[in-house]
Nanobody, 132 residues
Framework: QVQLAESGGGSVQAGGSLRLSCSAS??????MAWFRQAPGKEREGVAI???????YYRDSVKGRFTISRDNAKQTVYLQMDSLSADDTATYFC????????????????????????????WGNGTAVTVSP
């Protein structure tokens, strides 16, 4: 059975740091990513690390967040620095195999349009709360 398990969420003051971890078991994935969903908002892709090791961040976290991956452990990390209240959300780990055309609510997009990195498995999420 495929499982993704996140850890590392919590509460921190603005300007602080947290490190999220996500371990995948039961399958070997191509790309792994972090998404987040704030209360009352749609889920958004935060960062993705692809099978070839290339990385993409959404603009709002560039320079503050760092995604990394340990392939031997099938683990992906998200180091979050200089956190602000806008980063408060539930963070989800996801992993997948294919890149293709998917509906708007599916996958991680590097740019607007139908092409996305599909996510086959999702973690249950870990809450991050940043106080002003």
């Amino acid at each position: 059975q495929v499982q993704l398990a996140e850890s590392g969420g919590g509460s921190v003051q603005a300007g602080g740091s947290l490190r999220l971890s996500c371990s995948a078991s039961g399958y070997t994935y191509s790309h792994m990513a972090w998404f987040r969903q704030a209360p009352g908002k749609e889920r958004e892709g935060v960062a993705i690390i692809k099978g070839d090791g290339s990385i993409y961040y959404r603009d709002s976290v560039k320079g503050r967040f760092t995604i990394s991956r340990d392939n031997a452990k099938q683990t992906v990390y998200l180091q979050m620095d200089s956190l602000s209240a806008d980063d408060t959300a539930t963070y989800f780990c996801a992993a997948g195999l294919q890149y293709g055309m998917y509906p708007p609510d599916r996958g991680f997009r590097l740019e607007p349009g139908p092409w996305a990195y599909n996510m086959d498995s999702w973690g249950n999420g870990t809450a991050v709360t940043v106080s002003p």
